[in-house]
C-alpha cells in the first residue's frame, strides 16, 4: 500500500504529465495559429510584401518577436509589450530607420549658456500632463527616417509657443530635415536638437507643417516656404546633466527635449505601462517629455510624447520610471535635456 506521501507525488506527477500533454498541445496551436496572427496583423497594419519569400522571411521574425512579446507579457513587469507595427522589424532594421540623435561630438559647435532659467524654482506641482493644458500637437509619425532630433525639437518648440503666444501651431519637421546642416544635423541620417534650436534661432524661426509638411525623407531646402515664418525662440538652455530633480523643475515649466535610449526590444515592442527597461545609456533616440506623475501603485514616471506614430505605445506616448537609483535617469533620459526659451 502507497504512503500518503508517493499517493501525493503520484498525483502530483499526474497533474505534471496533464500540464505537459496541454502545454505540448497549445504549442502546436500556437504554432498554427501563429500564422493567422501574422495575417491578422499584415491586416491591421495595411502590411503588404513583395513576394512568398518576403512573407516567409518576415513570418519568422514576427513569430519571434510575438514570442518575446507572450513571454514577457506573462511575467510580472510594471508595463507590456505588443505586437504593435514594428513586430516585423529585427531590433537592427528597427534601429536603422526610426531613432536618430546623434550625441555631439564637438561640443563647441554648441553655442550655449550654461544659464538654467528654471534653477530656483522650487514649488513643483504633483503632476503635470501638457497635454490637458492644450500645449501639446497630436502624436505625429516620422516613418523610415532618422529625424527624431527634429520631432523632438520641434514639439519643444511648439510647447514654448503655446506658452508664451497663447497659440498651439504645429511646425515643420520637415524644414529642419531640408535646410538644417547646422553640426550634427543630417536630416534622415540623425541629428542632435540643441543644434535644430541653433539652426532656428540663426534662422529666425520655422514654418508651419501645412505649409511645409513631412515627407519622411531628405530632400532639398524649400527657401520659399522656409521664409514663412510662424513661431520663433530667442534661445535654449541644457537642464542640468543627469539631474532627474532638475528635469522636473523644467518639465513643470514646459515641455522638454530628451534625448534617450530607445533602440532596443522592449522599447521597440513597448505597448504599455510605466516602462522600466532594459535598456542602456547610449543615446540614439529624441523624444520630448511633456509631464510626469506617479501612478495608484507609486511607481513614479515622466509622460514622454514620442514620433512613432499613435499606434506605439499608449497611443504614441509612453511613460517611462522617474527618480531612478542611476543619475542618468532611466535609459538615460537625464544626460542631455534641453529646451527653447522665448
Ligand atoms: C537664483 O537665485 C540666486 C540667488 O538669489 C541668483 O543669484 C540667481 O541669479 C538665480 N537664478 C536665476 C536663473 O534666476
Not at 500540464?19 to 496572427?37: F, G
Request: glycine residues 10%; hydrophobic residues 35%; aromatic residues 10%.
Amino acid at each position: 500500500m502507497a504512503s500518503p506521501l508517493a499517493k501525493c507525488l503520484c498525483a502530483a506527477m499526474l497533474i505534471l504529465t496533464t500540464l505537459w500533454a496541454s502545454h505540448v498541445s497549445a504549442r502546436e496551436l500556437s504554432d498554427m495559429s501563429m500564422v493567422e496572427r501574422h495575417e491578422e496583423w499584415m491586416a491591421e497594419n495595411g502590411r503588404v510584401y513583395k513576394d512568398a519569400a518576403e512573407k516567409a522571411r518576415r513570418f519568422e521574425i514576427f513569430k519571434s518577436n510575438a514570442q518575446l512579446v507572450d513571454s514577457f507579457n506573462a511575467g510580472n513587469h510594471k508595463y507590456w509589450l505588443g505586437t504593435n507595427k514594428f513586430a516585423d522589424l529585427t531590433n537592427d532594421e528597427f534601429k536603422a530607420t526610426r531613432t536618430g540623435f546623434r550625441t555631439s561630438k564637438t561640443t563647441n559647435t554648441v553655442k550655449i549658456s550654461k544659464r538654467f532659467k528654471y534653477e530656483n524654482v522650487s514649488a513643483v506641482p504633483a503632476s503635470m500632463d501638457w497635454r490637458t493644458r492644450g500645449v501639446v500637437t497630436p502624436v505625429k509619425d516620422q516613418g523610415q527616417c532618422g529625424c527624431c532630433w527634429a520631432f523632438s525639437a520641434v514639439a519643444a518648440m511648439e510647447g514654448i509657443t503655446k506658452l508664451t503666444t497663447g497659440k498651439l501651431i504645429s511646425l515643420s519637421e520637415q524644414e529642419l530635415v531640408d535646410c538644417d546642416v547646422e553640426g550634427e544635423d543630417q536630416g534622415c541620417e540623425g541629428g542632435l536638437m540643441d543644434d535644430a534650436f541653433g539652426f532656428i534661432i540663426s534662422k529666425g524661426g520655422l514654418t508651419t507643417e501645412s505649409n511645409y509638411p513631412y515627407r519622411a525623407m531628405d530632400g532639398n531646402c524649400d527657401a520659399k516656404k522656409s521664409a514663412s515664418i510662424a513661431a520663433s525662440i530667442r534661445g535654449y538652455e541644457d537642464v542640468p546633466a543627469n539631474n532627474e530633480a532638475a528635469l522636473l523643475t523644467a518639465v513643470s515649466q514646459q515641455p522638454v527635449s530628451v534625448a534617450i535610449d530607445g533602440g532596443d526590444y522592449p522599447f521597440q515592442l513597448y505597448s504599455g505601462g510605466v516602462f522600466t527597461g532594459d535598456c542602456g545609456t547610449e543615446l540614439d533616440h529624441a523624444v520630448t517629455a511633456i509631464g510626469y506623475g506617479t501612478t495608484s501603485d507609486g511607481t513614479k514616471y515622466w509622460l514622454l510624447k514620442n514620433s512613432w506614430g499613435t499606434t506605439w505605445g499608449e497611443n504614441g506616448y509612453m511613460r517611462i520610471e522617474r527618480d531612478v537609483a542611476a543619475k542618468e535617469g532611466t535609459c538615460g533620459l537625464a544626460m542631455e535635456p534641453s529646451y527653447p526659451t522665448a
